[in-house]
């Protein structure tokens, strides 16, 4: 972040200075006390279980110039700058605001059910063979991680890809303003949180509250194939709306020729042949997103090539390691029935000759449609693996979605993470592959950790 002066700061948050420090201003902000730099803003945040309040002082070790408080009731550390604010994460997300404000730079943000983080890494990939990029790093997509990007803005950035998460309606509201994007992508409408949201129309508005800062001269980039994104029309809304897909009517950007295999995925868009080194065919999805942008922004075909082949995948998803002359796919970040279905059939394609294991555990806040999802996904699998590790107490319905269809004898259930490594390292065999996906709280990482042992 660039230097904003202690008065500023004060202006910007309409908070007050109560301790006078040694520095007037700050060049960087921290939530996490042990990531603050010289010169920092310490911002302690009162969470469930923890107040941040409590390491102000350590903060200050650190070396921050500068901390928030909402309350006078503390013995601060001498030599830094106190202000006092009513609310912490207000005043943090009023400066991030401001810093995005200071840059009249193009802004992507993006969302969806399923796809987005790895949409948005693609979308930087490519865009950073010509643009010097920032993007969202890690799973910081929320009202606390959204603002940490938006100080990491500098001068020499020329585009920004910010990531949106949501569980609820309103999430996304409470950081659009700070965000205040150009174009806003939305990968698909799926049913990721379907148990507080209850329908896919409610999930569809509220991954539409990405569109709210948006008018005249935007872009809502869509995916051209969802039946729930087609019923954002151009015509009723201030922005312009482009689709890109492989099956769908007026599509901006289509994929056509489309080849998925053990060696990744190829297709043809407007006459232009691209390749894209994982397979699966929500991978062509993510790709064209990438591709529409690249073009939009005056990018050629070999610097959008060149930005698919420099893809690395955020943490936990679609990592493929070598793993005892076994395969693995690492997807354990998250799941959903759409994303358990795309993840199988890149298990489909990259193990073609060889053994399929399918390692799957708990889709999580799916509600009512808990165990038809999970049957669902049961019977799906035992069409694309030979083997198929349930891992969870829902997780007992992919067993039974399998049914006839993967003899017992291929279809094992355990409790949690570490039986199935234990598990999974007896089963496992030298040119198996094997794909490990869950929803985060599961922590498949471990049964990962368990077989590398």
């Not at 949409?119 to 997509?141: C, E, M, R, W």
């Not at 094992?412 to 869950?438: C, Q, T």
Request: net charge negative; hydrophobic share 40%; proline share 3%.
């Amino acid at each position: 972040m660039e230097k904003v002066s202690l008065e500023q700061l004060v202006k910007i948050t309409e908070g007050r200075l109560i301790q006078k420090g040694k520095t007037d201003w700050v060049t960087g902000a921290a939530i996490d006390s042990r990531k603050i730099e010289k010169n920092d803003l310490f911002i302690p945040i009162k969470g469930e279980k923890v107040d941040g309040h409590r390491f102000i002082e350590t903060a200050a070790e650190k070396g921050c110039s500068t901390s928030f408080t909402e309350t006078e009731a503390l013995d601060f550390p001498e030599g830094i700058n106190i202000v006092l604010v009513e609310s912490c994460l207000e005043a943090m997300k009023a400066l991030a605001k401001y810093n995005r404000e200071r840059y009249d730079i193009p802004v992507i943000a993006v969302t969806g059910s399923s796809g987005k983080t790895t949409t948005k890494d693609l979308i930087a990939s490519v865009l950073s063979q010509k643009y010097n990029t920032l993007k969202t790093q890690g799973n910081f997509n929320n009202e606390y991680g959204i603002p940490q990007t938006l100080f990491n803005l500098q001068p020499e950035h020329e585009i920004a890809v910010i990531e949106m998460g949501m569980d609820h309606l309103n999430d996304i509201r409470k950081s659009i303003g700070e965000v205040r994007p150009h174009i806003g992508v939305i990968t698909n409408i799926g049913t990721a949180h379907i148990e507080i949201l209850k329908t896919q129309d409610n999930i569809l508005a509220a991954k539409k509250e990405i569109f709210e800062t948006m008018g005249a001269g935007d872009i809502a980039l869509l995916n051209g194939d969802d039946v729930y994104l087609n019923k954002i029309r151009e015509d009723e809304e201030p922005f312009s709306v482009a689709r890109v897909g492989i099956r769908g009517a007026g599509l901006s950007l289509k994929a056509e020729q489309v080849e998925s295999s053990a060696q990744g995925i190829r297709f043809e868009a407007d006459g232009e042949h691209y390749h894209f080194a994982y397979p699966g065919i929500h991978n062509v999805y993510n790709c064209l997103t990438a591709i529409w942008l690249g073009r939009y922004y005056q990018m050629t075909h070999d610097e959008i090539q060149h930005g698919l082949d420099a893809f690395k995948p955020s943490g936990n998803r679609m990592d493929i390691v070598k793993v005892k002359a076994a395969t693995v796919i690492n997807d354990s970040y998250n799941a959903n029935p759409d994303a358990m279905k795309a993840a199988l059939d890149m298990l489909w394609d990259m193990g073609k000759g060889s053994r399929r294991l399918a390692v799957l555990g708990d889709m999580l806040e799916m509600g009512e449609m808990s165990e038809t999802g999970h049957l669902e996904i049961g019977a799906y699998a035992a069409e694309k693996a030979d083997v198929l590790i349930a891992v969870g107490p829902e997780s007992k319905a992919y067993i039974k979605g399998a049914g006839a269809s993967l003899a017992d004898e291929r279809c094992f259930w355990s409790a949690d993470a570490e039986s199935a490594g234990r598990l999974l390292k007896k089963l496992m065999a030298p040119g198996d592959v094997i794909l490990i996906k869950a929803s985060r709280g599961v922590h498949l990482e471990k049964t990962l950790e368990m077989i590398q042992e």
